[in-house]
């Protein structure tokens, strides 16, 4: 009986095993992530960083929770890192969840952009790079997790 109401409390309360992603590292990424939801309805906004290693295994890192502001991150460069960006929406009679997801190598002394929208049930998400002494950038392709061995 104890073990069911300790189940159940740890249920309601939320408890999903995700924890706050910490890094020493300089910031080399930005997210930027804009949404909307109803009088009925809200939305929210979170980057899950993971890391790549042998065999295209993603080890979980934490979690950014994100606000209406640009929010910077430093994720490892030259290493990849999978980027699984969460719009969780939730309304009266529903809950759901929508997700982007990519793999991503930064190189050493670049900067990432990262802006993502969700409105309307509509989402979107683009990534661009930014090359150390310019200001010019340029939008690099998603890619999927098991693009991590090519």
Do not use: Q, W
């Not at 910077?72 to 460069?77: K, L, Q, S």
């Not at 759901?96 to 050493?108: D, G, K, M, V």
């Amino acid at each position: 009986m104890k073990i069911a109401v300790l189940l159940l409390v740890a249920l309601a309360s939320g408890c999903s095993g995700e924890r706050a992603y910490r890094s020493e590292l300089p910031a080399n990424l930005a997210v930027t992530a804009k949404t909307s939801g109803s009088l009925l309805s809200s939305v929210g906004a979170r980057l899950h960083v993971y890391d790549v290693g042998p065999g295209c295994k993603a080890t979980y890192r934490g979690t950014v929770e994100l606000g209406g502001s640009r929010t910077e991150v430093g994720v490892p460069a030259g290493s990849p890192s999978y980027l699984v960006f969460e719009f969780p929406r939730f309304s009266l009679i529903a809950r759901s969840t929508t997700h982007f997801e990519t793999l991503l190598t930064p190189r050493p002394g670049y900067r990432y952009d990262l802006e993502a929208s969700y409105a309307d049930d509509l989402y979107g998400a683009t990534i661009y790079e930014r090359p150390p002494a310019g200001k010019t950038r340029r939008e690099v392709a998603s890619r999927p997790l098991t693009a991590c061995g090519l």
